[in-house]
């Protein structure tokens, strides 16, 4: 695809630094398999899905559903509305997100000094996601009203197409060599939209989906989970992007293994969300047992940087019952062995 392998040397609006997001080598084996990180927290606020906000822009300024001056209102965890808000302030429109307490601080907190209105769905310091309740208030606040859009990003094809350039970039990269595509699944867009896109590119290689446990993507049960960005709580309904016919396994990361994998991963000097460590943690455990030679790719959605507060937090981990530190050990561990064999 054109234009998406190069970027000039000055560029003139943020969205002009979405994409080139580099792969770094976190751990390899004996037998010569190595597992990469698409480090998508290069991007332009810190977090991939940048990639569809702007598609579902552009997207709705084709179709005339948008237009000068218009609004824009998303349900949103973080990290997609701090994509819009980018966006909007850019282009002129005004931007509403709806969110709720399980999002992390650092996003609401940066979705607003970048211009954004915040809608609560609930005000009363829960942290339970409410992603249903806030999907019906963002339609709800868009239905009618001339000159403005409810992206949906759950139901947004645009929202998979985003991610077209990140399939073109891993080929470029790696001269088509990939054989495992592992990432987390949520709205679907950035794993499914990657793969489709990436199977026109590359042959014969497979697909790994990784949610919470007690999202119910990929069976039950149900339960809460603090994984944000990430996941099908119980009550919402599963995003029209979750492709099964392009994953090839779906499998479940607790919390517990998820935040000890990015606390064991930060001290190897980079830190990464909440959902990338459930990813990782996946990646990690079976890189092993994959056979000689093999390139594992696992999509990394967003940096540490927004979980000081949460993730790498350790009273706010003992509170919740999750700081583990033997998990933690056993992860740093492993990737202490894997480590030298880069």
Same mark, same amino acid.
């Given at each position: 695809?054109?234009?998406?392998?190069?970027?000039?040397?000055?560029?003139?609006?943020?969205?002009?630094?979405?994409?080139?997001?580099?792969?770094?080598?976190?751990?390899?084996?004996?037998?010569?398999?190595?597992?990469?990180?698409?480090?998508?927290?290069?991007?332009?606020?810190?977090?991939?899905?940048?990639?569809?906000?702007?598609?579902?822009?552009?997207?709705?300024?084709?179709?005339?559903?948008?237009?000068?001056?218009?609004?824009?209102?998303?349900?949103?965890?973080?990290?997609?509305? &701090?994509?819009?808000?980018?966006?909007?302030? *850019?282009?002129?429109?005004?931007?509403?997100?709806?969110?709720?307490? +399980?999002?992390?601080?650092?996003?609401?907190?940066?979705?607003?000094?970048?211009?954004?209105?915040?809608? +609560?769905?609930?005000?009363?310091?829960?942290?339970?996601?409410?992603?249903?309740?806030?999907? %019906? &208030?963002?339609?709800?606040?868009?239905?009618?009203?001339?000159?403005?859009?409810?992206?949906?990003?759950?139901?947004?094809?645009?929202?998979? $197409?985003?991610?077209?350039?990140?399939? +073109?970039?891993?080929?470029?990269?790696?001269?088509?060599?990939?054989?495992?595509? $592992?990432?987390?699944?949520?709205?679907?867009?950035?794993?499914?939209?990657?793969?489709? *896109?990436?199977?026109?590119?590359?042959?014969?290689?497979?697909?790994?989906?990784? %949610?919470?446990?007690?999202?119910?993507?990929?069976?039950?049960?149900?339960?809460?989970?603090?994984?944000?960005?990430?996941?099908?709580?119980?009550?919402?309904?599963?995003?029209?992007?979750?492709?099964?016919?392009?994953?090839? %396994?779906?499998?479940?990361?607790?919390?517990? *293994?998820?935040?000890?994998?990015?606390?064991?991963?930060?001290?190897?000097? &980079?830190?990464?969300?909440?959902?990338?460590?459930?990813?990782? +943690?996946?990646?990690?455990?079976?890189?092993?047992?994959?056979?000689?030679?093999?390139?594992?790719?696992?999509?990394?959605?967003?940096?540490?940087?927004?979980?000081?507060?949460?993730?790498?937090?350790?009273?706010?981990?003992?509170?919740?019952?999750?700081?583990?530190?033997?998990?933690?050990?056993?992860?740093?561990?492993?990737?202490?062995?894997?480590?030298?064999?880069?």
């Amino acid at each position: 695809m054109p234009g998406f392998l190069q970027r000039p040397a000055v560029v003139s609006r943020v969205s002009d630094l979405i994409g080139h997001t580099p792969l770094l080598e976190l751990a390899g084996t004996e037998t010569g398999s190595r597992l990469l990180l698409k480090l998508e927290m290069f991007n332009p606020t810190g977090t991939a899905k940048i990639r569809m906000a702007r598609a579902m822009i552009d997207a709705a300024e084709q179709s005339g559903e948008l237009r000068p001056g218009g609004r824009i209102i998303e349900s949103t965890s973080g990290n997609t509305g &701090l994509g819009l808000a980018v966006i909007a302030a *850019e282009r002129g429109y005004a931007f509403t997100a709806v969110v709720d307490n +399980h999002a992390a601080a650092d996003k609401l907190r940066a979705m607003k000094a970048l211009g954004t209105e915040l809608v +609560h769905v609930v005000d009363d310091g829960t942290e339970e996601l409410a992603t249903a309740a806030r999907e %019906e &208030l963002a339609e709800d606040m868009a239905r009618d009203q001339d000159n403005t859009v409810f992206t949906e990003q759950h139901n947004n094809p645009a929202n998979g $197409v985003g991610y077209f350039p990140v399939a +073109h970039e891993l080929n470029a990269a790696l001269d088509g060599n990939l054989d495992v595509l $592992v990432g987390a699944v949520g709205t679907g867009g950035g794993l499914c939209g990657t793969a489709r *896109e990436l199977r026109t590119l590359i042959p014969g290689f497979s697909t790994i989906g990784v %949610e919470p446990k007690g999202s119910i993507a990929f069976g039950g049960p149900a339960h809460d989970y603090y994984q944000s960005g990430t996941g099908t709580p119980e009550g919402a309904e599963l995003g029209a992007l979750v492709d099964f016919d392009l994953i090839d %396994e779906g499998v479940k990361v607790g919390d517990v *293994e998820a935040f000890a994998t990015c606390r064991a991963v930060a001290r190897t000097g &980079l830190l990464i969300g909440g959902s990338a460590g459930g990813v990782v +943690h996946e990646a990690l455990t079976r890189l092993s047992s994959l056979p000689p030679g093999t390139t594992m790719v696992a999509l990394i959605n967003d940096g540490g940087e927004k979980y000081m507060d949460t993730v790498f937090n350790d009273d706010w981990m003992q509170a919740r019952g999750l700081l583990d530190p033997n998990a933690e050990r056993d992860i740093e561990e492993l990737l202490t062995k894997l480590r030298r064999n880069r």
